[in-house]
C-alpha cells in the first residue's frame, strides 16, 4: 500500500464514507483482530450450516459463501491454536 491509498484508506474511515470499514475498524480497536476473527469463525460455522438448507440461494451463491466460511473457520482455528501456544509458552 502506497501512501497515497493510505491517506484514502484513512479518510475512508475517518469520514465514514465506507461505513463498513469505520464499524470493522473500531471493533478492531477494541477487540483486536484475533477475536474479531475468531468471533467470525464462530458466525462462519452456523453461517455455512444455513447455506446448506437455505432456499434462496443459487448454487453459485452457495458455494461462494460456504467456501469464504470454510477460509473464516480456518484462519480461526489457525489463530486460536497460535494464542493456546503463546500462552502455554510465555517465555516464547
Sequence with gaps: MDSEQRKRFWEAIESGSNPLLSVLNSLIEKWGLPAIIMGLGEIS???????????NLTPNQRGLIIGACAQVSALSDQITAEMEHLASNPDG
Design 45 to 55: 460455522e452456523v453461517l455455512s450450516e444455513d447455506a446448506v438448507d437455505a432456499d
